[in-house]
């Protein structure tokens, strides 16, 4: 992954390339128009990707059993999210109430 920043009329944006083979958890299709901006940080797992936009809301793709399928938990992730932390195969998003949503595999943190 590379990050580059700009200046862009005073405000700096950040531009993430991405360049991983789609088995491993690189291919975005399926979500890439809600990445197209607002995007404020991108976080991994083994072979899945969770992005934080700066709405509060979460992103995510990549394989379904490590984190790439945040489905069960949607509602809980369309706001409100301050900052995620992920292990090998799982994600965990703190939220601005101090509660905490976690998916991926259960083995390594993904259910509580």
């Given amino acids: 992954m590379v990050q580059r ?3 862009t009329k005073n405000k700096i944006s950040t ?3 991405l360049t991983l083979r789609a088995f491993n958890g690189g291919d975005s299709s399926k979500v890439s128009s809600k990445l197209t901006s607002g995007v404020k940080t991108i976080f991994s797992t ?3 990707f969770a992005a934080l936009k700066e ?3 979460v992103v995510t793709w990549g394989s379904s059993e ?3 399928d945040s489905s069960k938990v949607s509602k809980e ?3 409100g999210v301050k900052a995620i ?3 090998v195969s799982a994600f ?3 939220k601005e109430d101090g509660s905490v949503v976690s998916w991926g595999n259960a083995d390594c943190g993904g259910n509580f």
Wanted: proline fraction near 0%; glycine fraction near 12%.
């Fill in 55 to 57: 709405d509060g809301s």
């Fill in 66 to 68: 490590d984190g790439g």
């Fill in 46 to 48: 083994i072979y899945a």
């Fill in 92 to 94: 965990s998003a703190l």
């Fill in 15 to 17: 531009q993430i390339y």
């Fill in 85 to 87: 932390f992920s292990t």
């Fill in 5 to 7: 920043q700009h200046k």
């Fill in 77 to 79: 992730l369309k706001s």
